[in-house]
């Protein structure tokens, strides 16, 4: 019935050769690659500014961000021009103004969207804008006025607690 005699591995395990995957590729011409796809559907609605967008993702970036956090960053700035094309129909970088980042925070926070690194994204782009001579304009993005819209360290109340403290002590 039973037997002692030892069996070896080879007799158990499958071939190798069936154990191996084979990657076909893409099925069809045309299709883009997931990452691809991930890229157009955030980059496409960005029109005239995604190659500044791209640009800045392939050359600029690299200074401030570690290159896993390229993608939130893209996705940051994706947001950013499509809400700047699509609703304040803006085609000119030099068309954006502090303004419309005030606006786009709104729209943003009204969304229930809470996204605070935003802020850092959007005005590393446009200092990066400005070194790389693409804009003679300022940022537009100035954090007294638009740190306070996303939950960050408002530089008003802090004076005034100051000033209460003060007043207080």
Partial sequence: MFSNTPTTLSSIAP???SMEVVYHGRLRD???SPSERRKEKILGP???FRHFV???IAD???AH???EAFNKVQRSLGKFFRYVVKSEQIENIDDIRPSTVTRFLQAELQRGIRNKMIIGHISRFFDWMICSRHSDYGN???PPLHRPLVGLYDYNNRRLKE???DSNG
Avoid: H, M, N, S
């Fill in 15 to 17: 071939e190798e050769e």
């Fill in 30 to 32: 045309g299709y883009l």
């Fill in 46 to 48: 960005t029109g005239p």
């Fill in 54 to 56: 791209e640009e800045y």
């Fill in 60 to 62: 600029g970036a690299a």
């Fill in 65 to 67: 961000y570690r290159k």
């Fill in 140 to 142: 537009p993005l100035v």
């Fill in 163 to 165: 000033k209460d403290a």
